[in-house]
């Protein structure tokens, strides 16, 4: 297991690209197995989450070519005969679970691992298997895997209401809906730009999708999904992870390239209460720190909220700032596994039911503290940036699952971060 040595006190100055977004890239590589012939996408990050996904899409016979330099995959579906996805590798990353609806959208028939939860406690499902039915699908359970069957081959579709609304089972349901026989109707869908690139992505290889954006989605079923190209999304918390690391970071001067500051929905505005340096361009996000660091209370909401992916980094950020803070997440109670690993670097936090307290301002000390989840991971890098002294961060694993080269990113602008392999 590999961690990192962090030497703390520098300021990040300098210029990061953004890699392609991990959650926007998954939807389309399932979307692969719907279409007629080869579909290639662009922007994908060379993350283990897409490695594992790739050889989950593997199994079912579908031909997949990672061009790692140009960071191009092609997905080809015309080998699929294997309509499964087995627990070892759904258990590794649960958005294979998006194998339910491509395989249920491209051959009417799927036996999909259920996959497990995760650091933070249970992950359900409830909402894709009650959607899936709810567009024909008859769905048993075997051992730990869902079957699920469109009669006659293919799905007549129909109508959903989700509550709550959720990322997954949106994406499940489109894959499922856009070869369906009849029309189908997404109520409450989530409208995270992940779900609006790939209905985007979608209807330009033929789907008739409506509501793009919108919290109602219509899909009218369509017989066939040419080949051709999908175009990934940059990683917008990848995005707000580093504006918050250079808040955080007296002194600190870097400009983010490839961004796409849109998809940051409020985050934006409550990252402007910082009172920081902001400057937003085409493609470019430019953040200076500021002399003080307010603190700046958020809560967790479906998009265009403030992401849960990002409360864990606030909060970390808040331990710095001249005040009181609170972070809350209503979209997972449990997400706060990061804040006894903040303690034991002289974090001022404390945490009740959906909510971590801070009191800033502390001066961190480097310690040992350990990863659990991929956002906490990234907090204690953060962390470990503006502590006093060396911190180790453990088990950096669950970082490579979305974050890209994070510690040559963050070095090439003045952090100093080593790998070290245990
Ligand atoms: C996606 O997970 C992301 N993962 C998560 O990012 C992200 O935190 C989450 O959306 C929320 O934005 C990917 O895109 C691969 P949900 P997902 O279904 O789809 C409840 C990261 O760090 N729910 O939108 O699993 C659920 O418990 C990861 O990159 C049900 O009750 O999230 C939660 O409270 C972590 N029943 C809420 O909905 C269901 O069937 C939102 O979850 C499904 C979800």
């Not at 395989?103 to 298997?129: F, I, K, Q």
């Not at 919290?215 to 009218?220: A, G, N, Q």
């Not at 906490?376 to 006093?388: I, P, R």
Request: charged share 20%; with cysteine.
């Amino acid at each position: 297991m590999d961690k990192f040595v962090i030497q703390g006190g520098n300021p990040l100055k300098g210029t990061l690209p953004i890699s392609g977004s991990k959650n926007a890239a998954l939807p389309l590589m399932a979307a692969g197995l719907l279409a007629d012939g080869p579909v290639t996408i662009t922007n994908i990050p060379l993350l283990n989450d897409i490695y594992t996904f790739n050889n989950v899409i593997r199994v079912t016979g579908t031909r997949v070519e990672f061009d790692e330099i140009r960071k191009r995959l092609i997905v080809d579906p015309t080998g699929l005969y294997h309509y499964e996805s087995p627990y070892d590798l759904v258990r590794k990353m649960r958005a294979s679970f998006y194998m339910a609806g491509a395989l249920l959208g491209s051959v009417g028939y799927a036996r999909v691992s259920l996959p497990g939860g995760c650091a933070w406690g249970p992950r359900p499902v409830n909402l894709h298997l009650e959607g899936l039915q709810a567009l024909g699908a008859e769905i048993s359970m075997d051992q730990g895997y869902v079957i699920a069957k469109a009669p006659n081959g293919r799905l007549p579709g129909g109508s959903f209401e989700m509550n709550p609304s959720s990322v997954g089972a949106t994406v499940n349901l489109l894959l499922a809906a856009v070869r369906a026989r009849g029309t189908s109707v997404i109520r409450n869908a989530a409208m995270e730009p992940d779900v609006v690139n790939l209905c985007e992505n979608l209807n330009r290889l033929g789907a008739r999708i409506d509501g793009t954006g919108t919290s109602l989605l219509t899909i009218e079923g369509v017989d066939s999904i040419s080949s051709g190209e999908m175009d990934n999304i940059p990683d917008r918390i990848e995005t707000g992870t580093f504006m918050i690391a250079a808040a955080m970071l007296p002194g600190s001067d870097i400009t983010l390239k490839n961004t796409m500051e849109r998809d940051l929905g409020t985050f934006t505005e409550t990252f402007s209460k910082l009172q920081t340096g902001l400057e937003i361009g085409a493609d470019t996000i430019r953040v200076q720190s500021g002399n003080t660091l307010p603190s700046v209370s958020v809560e967790t909401a479906i998009y265009p909220g403030f992401p849960t992916d990002l409360q864990a980094q606030w909060a970390t950020m808040m331990t710095q700032a001249d005040g009181s803070s609170t972070v809350t997440d209503h979209i997972y109670p449990d997400r706060f596994s990061y804040v006894p690993e903040l303690i034991r670097l002289g974090a001022n936090v404390t945490q009740h039911d959906n909510q971590a307290d801070i009191i800033g301002k502390s001066l961190l000390k480097g310690a040992s503290v350990m990863s659990t989840d991929l956002r906490a991971s990234v907090s204690l890098v953060m962390a470990g940036l503006v502590a006093d002294g060396e911190t180790e961060v453990l088990r950096v694993y669950h970082l490579d699952r979305g974050y890209e080269t994070l510690e040559n990113k963050l070095n090439a602008v003045g952090a100093d971060i080593r790998r070290v392999t245990e």
